[in-house]
């Protein structure tokens, strides 16, 4: 196999026994990417010639022993974190020319790791949407079938890591946007507890909900990302100092005697059949590997969807208010007075989605429409945090599909947008309750699609979700195949 299809632990080993270089590694996957980006289009803006700078740098430190978590591993970031003196787009034509003077802190962190940053992936505009279709740079493919999308809003980071045209990459997730694309890119995709993981440098879509997190090719590589960009932020009022464990020490436990919940209210009308073979079949390679499944009830979940489109769009429309043209990105040009600059900077610097988003933020905010909207499902967004607290007061962890169906079509549901809401239908309660999420390949569908299997943990439990998500792995022992670009 190319030095590109190999995962950070065996790159690693590569390098520490001298049998490859940084450079190597970043020339096969900067190949790879010449290769197939032209039919995946995974990236906004690839840094080539930064990239191989960093290798050789890489090296230098290797030769000197100076070894860390990441040095030599290309990685790639989802186009919402801030890059100085890269531009940082949020996959909007609005910002289209944003260039920040920092780095965001999972970038900075990346930086110390020693890794090699390949480029910024494309994204749902403002991490808006379940598909990758509404950035304004165009829409990625799945490398898996070029018809269909590769999930979103991170598409471009899990579609990069499926292809190859990177290592291990970072996304966001606010409803679903790293575990959904995951699943339908066959990658392991991990949603930290909301605090984990510092947002300073994150672009923000709806801050109660946002949280960064790995995409890898295995669950091993998930912890080694995991150990770097976690940790306390004092530069982030919603970063929670809490200790932070060493997650590869997870790795090779068992989970003999576990319990485990399966939550009556996720095996629903309209989940695709063969999505719902492939985690009975995940059931069942649990409950061979000692645990225990039991029924448990999340009883609100009926409620998560019209919950979150109200929470996130009306912190998106407050969010977003920001971009008004006078202080960076796009400007519209032969503006009468300063209320005409905002009103034609807007209504072109944002695509249809965000707009529809705004404006339903921005009506659930209004006087006279708070209590009944805003305020409501804020009420009902503490019950769906107490049932997950009651679930795991009987279990250790929860399992759940990713995803109901597999990946669609490209341009199936962009004309109707509650089913494409419906996409994140199982992803969107971990970010309401701010609990961690996983979400680890289970299986194909008979065309060739990969399907996923989602776990769930108390706060900050990741450890736990990463210990249970290696031994489903080791037990289930899923067939590794690679896209046929």
């Not at 032209?38 to 700078?53: D, H």
């Not at 576990?258 to 009556?264: D, F, L, M, Q």
């Amino acid at each position: 196999m190319e030095l590109c299809g190999l995962t950070i632990h065996e790159l690693q080993d590569k390098l520490r026994a001298g049998e490859t270089t940084s450079a190597e590694i970043t020339a096969s996957v900067l190949k790879r990417i010449d290769a197939v980006e032209t039919e995946v289009r995974a990236y906004i803006t690839l840094m080539r010639e930064s990239a191989i700078e960093e290798a050789a740098r890489a090296d230098e430190a290797i030769l000197r022993g100076e070894i860390k978590a990441l040095t030599g591993i290309p990685i790639a970031l989802k186009d919402i974190f801030c890059t100085k003196g890269v531009r940082t787009t949020c996959g909007s034509r609005i910002l289209h020319n944003f260039v920040p003077p920092y780095d965001g802190t999972v970038v900075e962190k990346l930086r110390a790791a020693g890794a090699v940053i390949t480029g910024k992936t494309n994204m749902d505009e403002f991490a808006m949407g379940s598909s990758t279709e509404t950035s304004f740079f165009g829409v990625t493919r799945n490398p898996w079938d070029l018809t269909r999308i590769p999930g979103g809003s991170s598409g471009g980071s899990a579609a990069a890591v499926a292809a190859d045209e990177c290592i291990a990459s970072l996304g966001s997730d606010t409803g679903g946007s790293i575990r959904q694309p995951a699943a339908l890119c066959g990658v392991v995709g991990l949603k930290p507890t909301y605090g984990r993981v510092s947002r300073y440098g994150l672009i923000a879509f709806a801050s109660s909900l946002d949280q960064i997190g790995p995409f890898t090719k295995d669950v091993e590589d998930c912890a080694i990302l995991m150990n770097v960009i976690s940790g306390y932020d004092p530069r982030e009022s919603t970063s929670v100092p809490e200790d932070v464990p060493d997650y590869r020490a997870f790795l090779g436990r068992g989970i003999e005697g576990w319990r485990v919940g399966i939550p009556k209210e996720y095996f629903i009308d309209g989940i695709d059949p063969e999505v719902e073979a492939a985690i009975r079949e995940a059931i069942r390679v649990v409950e061979k590997a000692g645990a225990r499944c039991i029924e448990v009830s999340l009883p609100h979940t009926d409620y998560c969807v019209a919950v979150y489109y109200i929470v996130a769009p009306a912190e998106a429309s407050s969010n977003l208010a920001r971009y008004d043209g006078v202080k960076y990105g796009f400007r519209s040009e032969d503006n009468r007075d300063l209320l005409d600059m905002y009103k034609k900077t807007r209504s072109a610097g944002f695509g249809e989605e965000v707009k529809r988003r705004i404006m339903i933020g921005t009506y659930a905010l209004s006087s006279g429409y708070y209590d009944a909207y805003y305020r409501k499902a804020s009420q009902v967004r503490a019950l769906i945090k107490r049932d997950f607290e009651q679930a795991f007061a009987d279990c250790d962890c929860i399992l759940t599909p990713t995803s109901p169906t597999p990946a669609f079509k490209i341009g199936e549901k962009t004309d109707d947008p509650m089913q494409m809401y419906l996409s994140d239908i199982f992803t969107i309660s971990a970010n309401l309750a701010g609990i961690p999420g996983i979400s680890v390949p289970c299986g194909y569908t008979k065309s060739g699609l990969p399907i996923g299997v989602q776990f769930l943990a108390g706060h900050f439990q990741e450890g736990r979700l990463i210990q249970f998500a290696s031994a489903y792995e080791t037990h289930a022992k899923i067939e590794k195949r690679r896209p046929a670009l």
